[in-house]
DNA sequence: CCAAAGCGTTTCATTATTTGAACCGATGTT
DNA sequence: AACATCGGTTCAAATAATGAAACGCTTTGG
């Protein structure tokens, strides 16, 4: 590993809970040599990653860090770091996989990716994803701010029999979407689409948008669930990263024991086939 | 100077022009050995800084760097304080208001509010705010380090006609923004927007931004200018203090002056229409 | 169509920088 | 008054950085 990995390691020390961090607590935390970390926070802090509080003496996150977010916000948008994502997953599920941002309570579709596996395929036009009648909207909602589910209460669209039109029937659904971290949408919005989505996070770590995978119902079984899943949670892994967000601690638990035990699922599956 | 310094300096030469740096580029920029820059490179995009265009093989700007300017904001919250000035700043005088934090010889946009008064409206699209050529800027220049000025004298983009971009004349503007406490862009960098920005203060005591109303230059008049004068010294006052900062005396002084010269002024303005 | 130039990447002997145990002085703490 | 902890410094030994050269690949130009 390079001085300059190193060094720049130790901002990652750094978060909202730890803001400050002064020299004997970085020793303690890295376990490295106390004048190594010394010259990488002096280095770092010469750089404007780090600034120094000069009372304290503890260190934090310089002013250096905003100028470059402020270069790669104007440079890279949202969509360049879904593209690089949805390919894969489209080819790897053989269906459409596609991403949208969270703006102000509707999710606004952003970039989407078809399979060219079959000849039968579900395709995106709609302008705005209804949050309660899609897997990407319940996904929003079931890891999204409460006001979220608040304002879409009042607009519980019918689109087909499978749609949830009340807010408990909603509540209901989004108690199980929170306690297996994917939200399933089984032809809620459109006859013959089955759709799973999962929540991507930004650097405000609150839900900004999310991915899913729309299906052709027919084609949708326990394998191909299983499939799905663990794509999404891949995807929705970089896409946050590229965001600049975290998934939250207790849905990355949750997605990891879930595609465990889906793994296993499969094992047993091929075993009961074979 | 460290190896970790220069590697991290390699971060400075992207900017929203300069979105994407491949090798050769850098080779050129830094006039430092291929070989060595190539694993700077690759440390910084291991650690996130960075990341590479794939089929480019460019780098640019890493997703690493949201989640750190999202640290230092919650431990250094400028963009709070600014958040509950800009749009009494703008609603009153019916234009864009805008907040910008200076970080090492460049002004970097913090937060904008629009007034919905007119429907022409300005819109702050910037990357970076030009020292020479903006309120902002000129606010920042005059009441700011020397240092600031000698790097600025350097640079003198020409943006319009009325742009200053020869030393003396910057010199001369600046002599009476110290006289009057306030930075003014006639067009100087865009056609038809006219701003007025004032210095923003912090802990240090020194410069660390600034305030500044843009407006669409045929609106402007003496008494929207005094109007915005007025608005922006509340403005200045309240952002520097929640900044930790004090408006030093001799500006405060000025500016209190020139306010009631104004409200004076607009007083006879009134009588003599009267 | 081949040659040349440009690109990113790897290699390896030389060299310079990093490393860390020990130390220092200041500031609390028992 | 003894002790612990803090940030910061020193210096010989060790290791990681360095850069010229070469490599394979793509693009460009004649």
Redesign the interface.
């Known amino acids: 590993m ?4 190193k ?3 130790l ?1 990652s020390w ?3 809970e730890r ?2 961090i002064g020299l004997a607590e970085f020793q303690r935390l890295t376990s490295r040599d106390k004048a190594t970390t010394y ?2 926070l002096r ?2 802090e ?4 780090l600034e120094q509080n000069p009372v304290t003496r503890t260190y ?17 948008p949202r969509r360049a ?1 879904v593209r690089m994502v949805l390919p894969q997953l489209a080819d790897a599920t053989g269906e459409l996989a596609h991403a949208s941002i969270l703006e102000s309570y509707t999710l606004v579709p952003l970039s989407d990716h078809a399979s060219t596996r079959y000849s039968a395929r579900v395709v995106l036009s709609e302008p705005e994803l209804p949050l309660h009648a899609t897997g990407s909207g319940l996904a929003a909602l079931a890891f999204g701010e409460p006001s979220l589910l608040k304002a879409t209460h009042r607009k519980l669209k019918r689109y087909t029999n499978n749609t949830a039109t009340n807010p408990k029937e909603l509540d209901a659904i989004l108690q199980i979407v929170r306690a297996t971290g994917f939200g399933v949408a089984d032809q809620a919005y459109e006859e013959g689409v089955y759709g799973i989505g999962v929540p991507l996070f ?4 609150t839900v900004a948008g999310a991915v899913a995978v729309a299906s052709v119902a027919t084609r949708i079984n326990d394998e191909t669930i299983a499939i799905i899943k663990s794509e999404l949670v891949a995807a929705s892994r970089q896409i946050t ?6 998934i939250p601690e207790a849905l990355d638990q949750l997605w990891s024991n879930t595609l465990n035990s889906l793994s296993s699922d499969s094992l047993t599956l091929r075993e009961s086939i074979a």
């Open positions: 390079s001085t300059v990995s060094a720049i390691d901002l750094f978060s909202t803001a400050e010259r990488y280095s770092l010469a750089s404007g990653l934090r996150m310089g002013p250096a860090v905003l100028r470059f977010a402020h270069v790669r916000e104007a440079t890279v770091g930004d650097s405000s770590n990263h590229s965001w600049g967000g975290e």
